[in-house]
């Protein structure tokens, strides 16, 4: 089994404008002669690589401990797609699609409100992107509010450099975080080696 980590450093990964920058706060250090290291860090929960639950833009969506965690583990599909995807390219690409599905665009693969509304009617549980948004910035409400409304977890800010298109299998489970629109996780994609 080959694993390839597709999360972006917490603390260093780029923030959505308007979003706080990572703090961390080293509490205690073995160095300053503290019998053990420990730190607090400061975060916004859509900061890296993250999963926002339905909540995020749904007032009756469920929070991000509410959503079932065998939606962040099982069969994904990575699609190399650079741009704005439409409801039409959608319809395309979702016979070819797992059940969650994965878009690979140099920080630039986004979806159309009218591709939410084809994601959100179909049995798609997740989708993810490795921009900082799954939506373009003129459309970052309609495109989330749609897929909140189908119940579609989003995974954003992803790293696929490298990653292939193809079939994989993720494991992408959110931090516990009662009750919030949103959270940490750190994802990976498992692929079977050939020929084993």
Do not use: W
């Amino acid at each position: 089994m080959i694993l390839y980590d597709i999360s972006k450093d917490a603390l260093t990964a780029k923030v959505y404008p308007g979003d706080p920058t990572p703090k961390v706060e080293i509490l205690q250090s073995i160095e300053n002669e503290d019998d053990c290291n420990l730190s607090k860090i400061e975060i916004c929960t859509h900061t890296g690589t993250h999963i926002d639950a339905p909540s995020h833009f749904d007032n009756f969506g469920n929070t991000i401990d509410k959503l079932r965690l065998a939606t962040f583990y099982g069969k994904c599909t990575v699609i190399s797609i650079e741009g704005i995807i439409t409801g039409e390219d959608m319809e395309k690409l979702l016979p070819y699609c797992r059940k969650r599905i994965l878009f690979h665009g140099n920080s630039k693969a986004y979806l159309s409100s009218s591709a939410a509304v084809v994601i959100a009617e179909s049995n798609v549980l997740l989708v993810g992107t490795d921009a900082n948004s799954i939506a373009p910035d003129f459309d970052e409400v309609n495109t989330h509010v749609k897929l909140a409304k189908g119940n579609v977890a989003v995974l954003e800010g992803l790293d696929l450099t490298g990653i292939k298109d193809g079939d994989y299998t993720l494991c992408a489970f959110p931090v516990k975080l009662a009750g919030l629109e949103a959270a940490p996780c750190r994802a990976v994609l498992m692929e079977q080696e050939k020929g084993i």
